[in-house]
C-alpha cells in the first residue's frame, strides 16, 4: 500500500488507475481505525479494483471545546492495519494541504438546515458544514466511483447522500451497516474514552434502542412514551442523553408513516456515544 501526502501523487495514480480501466472506491476516515473502518474498506473492495483511505482529522467538523486536539493519532497502526485489509493507497494530507489558508477562510459546503440542524447538529452547530464540506473536497481530490460511509453516523450518511445529490457529484455513495462487539456496542474510535466500568454499561445503549424498535414495529400509536420511558431508563443507568428520537428512516424528517429509525446520542463519561436502530417493518 501507498502512503501520500501529496495531492498530485494521489492524482496522478488516481489518474493512471482510471486510464487502466480500474474502478476506484474510496473511504474517507479520521483515522485510529478499528475493525468499523476496516470493514468499510472491505465493502469498498467489493465494488471496485483500488480503494483509496483518507485519514485527515478536519478541523472544521470540530467544535471549540471538542476534541480535536486529543482525537488519537496512530498513524503507523492505521497503515499496518489498512495494509492488512488490502486497501491500496493511503491519502494523508496536512491540514495546509486542504485548507491553505485556513478552515475558518474556506468556501463551504451547506446542506439544508432540516437535515444538519436536527440530532446530532443542534448540538454540535457546524458539525455538518464541516463534514459536508471536507468531504466536497475530498471528493473533488480523489475523484474515486463510489464512497464507502458507515450507517452508525446515519445522520452524516444522509448529510452525504443529500450533498452527493444535490451537487451532481459523479460518485455512488454506498452505506455500511454497522459493526457491534459481541454485547451490541457500536465500534467507535470514541469507545476508546469509555473506563472499565463505563464500558461495561455501554451495550445499554443499543440494547434499549433495540427494544424500543421492536416497540414501536408493534405499535406506534405510544411512541412518545415508549421513547420518554427508553430516555429515562438510560439516564438511570448513568448516560446523560443528548437526544433519543424517532425519525423518518430516509430523509430523518418527522416521524410518519413510512420506514423509521430510532437515533441516540448520549454521553457515558468522556465519551458521546451515538448509534440507531431501524424499526422493523
Ligand atoms: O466519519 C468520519 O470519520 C468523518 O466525519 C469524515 C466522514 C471522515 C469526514 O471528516
Not at 78 to 99: C, I, R
Not at 175 to 180: A, C, E, F, N, V
Not at 190 to 216: M, S, V
Not at 232 to 256: C, H, I, Q, T, W
Request: charge should be negative; include cysteine; aromatic fraction near 6%.
Amino acid at each position: 500500500m501507498q502512503t501520500t501526502e501529496s495531492l498530485e501523487s494521489l492524482r496522478a495514480t488516481v489518474r493512471d488507475w482510471r486510464q487502466s480501466g480500474l474502478r476506484v472506491g474510496f473511504v474517507p476516515t479520521m483515522g485510529n481505525l478499528h475493525e468499523g473502518h476496516l470493514a468499510l474498506v472491505s465493502d469498498a473492495l467489493k465494488h471496485s479494483d483500488r480503494v483509496v483511505v483518507s485519514i485527515f482529522v478536519n478541523p472544521m467538523q470540530f467544535g471549540p471545546s471538542e476534541d480535536l486536539e486529543s482525537y488519537p493519532r496512530t498513524l503507523a497502526e492505521d497503515q499496518t492495519k489498512l495494509e492488512a485489509a488490502g486497501a491500496h493507497l493511503l491519502f494523508n494530507p496536512s491540514v495546509d494541504t486542504v485548507y491553505p489558508d485556513g478552515e475558518v477562510a474556506c468556501s463551504a459546503v451547506l446542506v439544508p438546515e432540516s437535515l444538519t440542524d436536527i440530532l446530532c447538529g443542534a448540538s454540535r452547530p457546524g458539525h455538518f458544514r464541516g463534514v459536508a464540506t471536507v468531504v466536497a473536497k475530498l471528493f473533488n481530490m480523489v475523484q474515486a466511483d463510489c464512497a464507502v460511509f458507515g450507517e452508525k453516523d446515519l445522520q452524516q450518511l444522509r448529510v452525504i447522500e443529500r450533498m452527493t445529490r444535490d451537487l451532481d457529484f459523479p460518485i455512488r455513495i454506498i452505506g455500511s451497516p454497522t459493526l457491534r462487539e459481541s454485547d451490541g456496542l457500536a465500534r467507535s474510535s470514541r469507545n476508546a474514552y469509555l473506563t472499565d466500568a463505563e464500558r461495561r454499561r455501554a451495550p445499554a445503549l443499543f440494547a434499549e434502542l433495540e427494544q424500543l424498535a421492536g416497540q414501536l414495529a408493534q405499535d406506534r400509536s405510544q411512541r412518545e412514551q415508549a421513547v420518554n420511558r427508553a430516555a429515562k431508563s438510560l439516564e438511570d443507568k448513568g448516560f446523560k442523553v443528548d437526544y433519543l428520537e424517532v425519525r423518518d428512516r430516509e430523509n430523518l424528517g418527522p416521524a410518519a408513516d413510512g420506514p423509521l429509525v430510532v437515533l441516540a446520542a448520549a454521553w457515558l463519561g468522556r465519551a458521546r456515544l451515538i448509534d440507531n436502530v431501524p424499526v422493523p417493518a
